[in-house]
């Protein structure tokens, strides 16, 4: 193991990173997206500094292949633009760049800084992106052309012991962001780790927080989650952290109401994990049919009979009151629900009454008799 060092302000070597080799991070080569490697690379040869951070080595420390690669570097969005002719900058707030590799994209961002706190769109230095990551094992920076692993927050020994530890103070950390919490219940159900009981306290005390976050990051995170192939265990601990009502009210409503529908729910959420696990689709529309299922259907047996269309309507707009405020695609949304809807019979149609009709060769009295009506 190395020792990264800087330059204290009296001028003496400060330790700011401990730094593992190849032979004690055991990350394989071949779990390396070709392309982000490439990416790295070539921001290396154009002067900067570059590194794999988040998920992608998270996933690689644990044996698995990541799905996605995020990129890191000192380089500014304009920048990052100019050397990479095949990429475009994304975002009002929080600036970044997309980098395309055939279908593939890639998100490298700049270092930020903590001038601002956490949620601050300053750049700044490494050591001070690392601070801004939500937990320690999301704060490890892989350098994938000298195959070292850089730590600034001891995430690597944190994930040897199996624990969910945040960087940012408890006392900030969910305040700022509210998401977090989502975050850190999604990493518990799929890494195995514990959260400590601190956390997990600060979690519940500040639920009701995710009551103040945006919508499209809700819908976001619920569409990651579903189509995880993780789904029940998720939301498991989700609703054991008391963060159900806060991304979904309305279902949390119904679910505390009724352990024989919670458990029904819970089964839907097993059986979408199968299907995904089998057939890997992750189609939106595919994934809203397992939670919306139940719902269409007991909505489908109130009205047994009745107009379809109407019906139909009536499932579409239940739908979305279950959802709310997470805002599903409409289009998505409605083949959900067709693909769970139970058509209704029909209405008998009321019997057409029979108008009675003249008979065209019959003639009025005074046409009979030839005579003209009186003046």
Request: hydrophobic content about 40%.
């Amino acid at each position: 193991m190395l020792v990264r060092y800087s330059t204290g302000s009296d001028g003496r070597p400060v330790k700011r990173a401990l730094v593992y080799t190849a032979a004690e991070h055991r990350i394989e080569r071949r779990s390396i997206d070709p392309d982000a490697l490439r990416i790295v690379e070539h921001l290396r040869a154009n002067g900067h500094s570059a590194y794999i951070v988040g998920g992608a080595v998270r996933d690689m420390l644990q044996g698995r292949r990541p799905k996605d690669f995020d990129i890191v570097t000192d380089a500014q969005p304009p920048r990052i633009r100019k050397i990479f002719r095949n990429s475009r900058v994304i975002g009002r707030r929080f600036r970044l760049v997309h980098v395309y590799a055939g279908r593939k994209i890639f998100e490298v961002s700049t270092y930020r800084s903590i001038a601002d706190g956490t949620i601050g769109n300053t750049y700044g230095t490494i050591e001070e992106d690392a601070l801004r990551r939500d937990f320690t094992m999301n704060a490890l920076y892989f350098d994938p052309v000298d195959n070292l692993l850089v730590d600034y927050v001891g995430g690597y020994k944190d994930m040897e012991a199996r624990v969910i530890k945040p960087v940012i103070p408890l006392k900030t950390i969910f305040k700022e962001d509210p998401v977090r919490m989502i975050r850190a219940a999604k990493y518990a159900a799929i890494t195995g780790f514990r959260i400590p009981f601190r956390t997990g306290w600060a979690i519940r005390s500040h639920a009701n927080l995710l009551s103040t976050a945006s919508p499209s990051r809700l819908t976001e995170e619920a569409i990651k989650i579903l189509g995880s192939g993780r789904a029940m265990e998720i939301f498991r601990h989700l609703d054991r952290y008391r963060l159900l009502p806060g991304i979904l009210p309305a279902l949390a409503v119904r679910l505390a109401g009724s352990p024989a529908r919670k458990e029904a729910f819970f089964s839907a959420l097993a059986e979408l994990d199968r299907h995904i696990e089998a057939k890997a689709d992750k189609a939106l529309a595919g994934l809203l049919a397992f939670v919306l299922r139940d719902e269409v259907a007991a909505l489908c047996a109130e009205h047994p009979v009745g107009e379809p269309s109407e019906v139909f309507r009536m499932a579409v707009q239940a739908a979305r009151e279950l959802l709310s405020p997470l805002n599903m695609p409409r289009i998505e949304l409605e083949t959900a629900v067709a693909s769970v809807f139970i058509r209704p019979e029909s209405p008998p149609k009321p019997p057409r009454k029979r108008r009675r009709r003249r008979s065209r060769g019959r003639k009025s009295a005074g046409q009979e008799t030839g005579e003209s009506p009186a003046p």
